[in-house]
């Protein structure tokens, strides 16, 4: 189901949070558990989308990016969140944070990939 499209006038106050995944299964993962949660407050509106991380040079080969499967490149979970007033927003952003903590926590403690990445990295 689409969102409805968000009136600038009436949720005037914005922000736009990327967090990166090293695999798009964990950013999948990440975007499944925390979506379940609606917003409280009908002052506050929220959207999730997996989208692929930009590229500052382009240093990736063309020919690699056209193999590539375009759902196993959104490795980045990007939310949105309009409020009516910052304090709205700060508490809503608050909250998600703190859901995203206990996401990545479990993961952290449960998933191989998250623990060979944060070997590697």
């Known amino acids: ?7 600038d006038s009436e949720y005037p106050v914005s922000m736009i949070i990327s ?6 299964r ?5 975007l499944q558990a925390i979506e379940v ?3 409280l407050s009908p002052s506050v509106r929220r959207s999730m989308t997996l989208t692929t991380p930009a590229t500052e040079n382009g ?10 499967d ?4 959104k490795s980045v979970l990007q939310t949105t969140y ?6 709205m927003l700060r508490v809503a952003v608050n909250g998600f944070m703190e859901s995203l903590g206990v996401v990545l ?3 952290k403690e449960l998933d191989v990939d998250v623990l060979k990445a944060d070997m590697e990295g």
């Open 105 to 107: 926590g479990v993961m």
């Open 37 to 39: 949660d609606t917003e």
């Open 19 to 24: 967090l990166p995944f090293p695999t798009q």
């Open 82 to 87: 309009r409020a009516t007033t910052n304090r």
């Open 70 to 73: 375009p759902d196993e490149s």
């Open 26 to 30: 964990l950013a999948s993962s990440a």
């Open 59 to 68: 240093d990736e080969p063309q020919e690699k990016k056209l193999k590539q």
């Open 1 to 7: 189901m689409a969102a409805p499209k968000l009136s």
